[in-house]
């Protein structure tokens, strides 16, 4: 927000490193030690008929990095460690 060059402009912000729901399930499992199961859920039936959405994720940061050498500073364990602590509290 403090760089002139990128006022009016839009950028992506995020991590870069691409996940799958199913990925992100296994690893939630593993980290809260879950034996819970995974259920799969057509996507019509999650979210309605005629919803749209984009299917996969996975933002590209480059534009920000050069512009102000912008570099995430979490991975995703840190952030669902963080989520794991907050509920525990």
Excluded: H, W
């Excluded at 403090?2 to 199913?22: H, L, M, Q, R, Y």
């Excluded at 992100?24 to 879950?34: D, N, Q």
């Excluded at 990095?65 to 460690?81: H, S």
């Amino acid at each position: 927000m403090g760089e002139p060059k990128a006022e009016g402009d839009v950028f992506n912000v995020g991590n870069d490193k691409e996940v799958t729901i199913n990925e992100l399930a296994e690893k939630v499992k593993k980290m809260t030690g879950s034996a819970s199961t995974i259920d799969y859920v057509p996507y019509e039936k999650a979210y309605g008929p005629g919803f749209e959405d984009m299917r996969r994720r996975c933002p590209n940061i480059e534009r920000i990095q050069k512009l102000i050498g912008f570099q995430p500073k979490y991975d995703l364990e840190a952030m669902i460690q963080g989520v794991i602590d907050y509920f525990k509290e």
